[in-house]
């Protein structure tokens, strides 16, 4: 089975630029979450989806950050325009149902971003 | 918001040692999960406990969760160069799947 495929895996840019990530989670999943980690730091919730309808964005800021999952299945996550606390890595995560307290989520290699 | 905290924050030993790593955390949990995370890697599922439950094994990890005092414990008994990692806790809600995660344990394990 494959994992969780996320894109680029680096992306260097400078403040006030715009930047898109992207994810494709594990077939079938009906749950994904994308969490931002800064360095040193456990990673965060921004934004969790059930297909493509949004469970919680509480964390997200909204001025800046957007997000979306088309059709349910890969989604992507942007940044305009992008600050310099914004440099951290990007992960996404999937589950297979849910969101269900004791589901198993399945993590991707995440985007490290750097702003400069 | 991080929901708690880990301690302690690094911890380096010798192969073939034991290793505990702490959470402490601050509201009610239905469960609460174990990650490993290798450098420049994405996250890895290690162990779930539930709220009503007291201790876990897998291979060789052991878990322990005290409720009372919002707390859990990871032993990883036997330890090898490859458990070489940042250890996460996370808490899970009643209601969904939001994981909060901890700060972070950082292990190293030398050969």
């Known amino acids: 089975e494959a994992g969780v495929a996320q894109s680029p895996r680096y992306k260097i840019i400078e403040k006030r630029q715009s930047v898109a990530f992207w994810c494709n989670p594990i077939?079938?999943?009906?749950?994904l979450y994308w969490y931002q980690q800064i360095l040193g730091q456990g990673p965060k919730l921004l934004i969790q989806?059930?297909?493509?309808?949004?469970?919680?964005d509480s964390q997200l800021p909204k001025d800046r950050f957007s997000a979306e999952r088309l059709k349910g299945v890969d989604s992507t996550l942007k940044i305009q325009p992008a600050k310099l606390e914004d440099s951290a890595v990007y992960l996404c995560?999937?589950?297979?149902?849910?969101?269900?307290?004791?589901?198993?989520?399945?993590f991707g290699p995440g985007t490290r971003l750097t702003v400069l | 918001s991080q929901q708690g905290e880990e301690d302690p924050q690094a911890l380096s030993i010798q192969e073939g040692e034991n290793a505990t790593m702490n959470c402490s955390y601050k509201?009610?949990?239905?469960?609460l999960q174990w990650y490993r995370q290798n450098s420049g890697r994405g996250l890895v599922h290690l162990i779930l406990i539930r709220s009503n439950e007291r201790e876990k094994h897998s291979g060789r990890l052991r878990v322990t969760l005290d409720t009372s005092k919002k707390s859990s414990s990871l032993l990883i008994t036997a330890s090898r160069a490859a458990d070489t990692a940042s250890y996460f806790c996370a808490t899970v809600g009643n209601q969904g799947g939001k994981l909060i995660f901890g700060q972070g344990t950082e292990l190293s394990v030398k050969p």
């Open positions: 509201t009610s949990i239905n469960n």
């Open positions: 989806f059930q297909n493509n309808g949004v469970v919680d």
């Open positions: 995560a999937s589950s297979p149902t849910g969101p269900k307290p004791t589901d198993t989520q399945y």
């Open positions: 077939s079938g999943h009906a749950t």
